[in-house]
């Protein structure tokens, strides 16, 4: 009789991650996330697999019907062959159904929101892109907010030294 494997489902731990936008809730109030595929050509699957793509300064777009990752950067790696055109900022195609892609257009346009990469990681060995419908935030906001996560950590802080 072979004995079974005890199997457990993986979550996505830090290893699986490629690449985050720090600075996107900090920047936006993160309201829907959603979460896409993407079409990547094979020299960006290998450079992704090395760690070395950058969200910052990216955002979505909207073309005819379909949603693109704008501003993202892919870092050619050393195994890149030399009759490859290499640019590693072009736009990437979003893979979405239809009706999310309508309801997320139509939001961008009606409602005044934006649509901003938070995250880029791997699932079941594809490259998926973690992304939230979200609106500006002013200064005095960004400032609420450091200052609400301060008196958070504070109260934390105070709870664990009672204990």
């Known amino acids: 009789m072979m004995a079974r494997k005890n199997r457990k489902k993986k979550s996505k731990d830090s290893s699986h991650i490629i690449a985050t936008n720090r600075k996107a809730s900090h ?14 050509s094979g020299w960006e699957v290998k450079s992704m697999r090395d760690n070395r793509a950058n969200l910052k300064e990216s955002y979505i777009s909207a073309k005819g019907g379909e949603l693109f990752l704008v501003g993202s950067h ?76 301060d008196i958070e950590r504070d109260q934390a802080r105070e709870s664990s030294s009672y204990r």
């Open 74 to 149: 892919v870092s050619p790696g050393a195994t890149t062959s030399t009759h490859d055109i290499v640019n590693p900022t072009r736009s990437r195609k979003l893979l979405l159904h239809r009706m999310e892609i309508n309801r997320l257009i139509g939001a961008v346009e009606r409602k005044g929101y934006s649509l901003i990469p938070t995250q880029l990681y791997w699932s079941n060995g594809k490259v998926k892109l973690a992304f939230a419908l979200a609106k500006g935030k002013k200064q005095y906001d960004k400032r609420e907010s450091i200052k609400a996560r």
């Open 27 to 40: 920047d936006y109030f993160l309201e829907d996330r959603y979460e896409a595929g993407i079409v990547l």
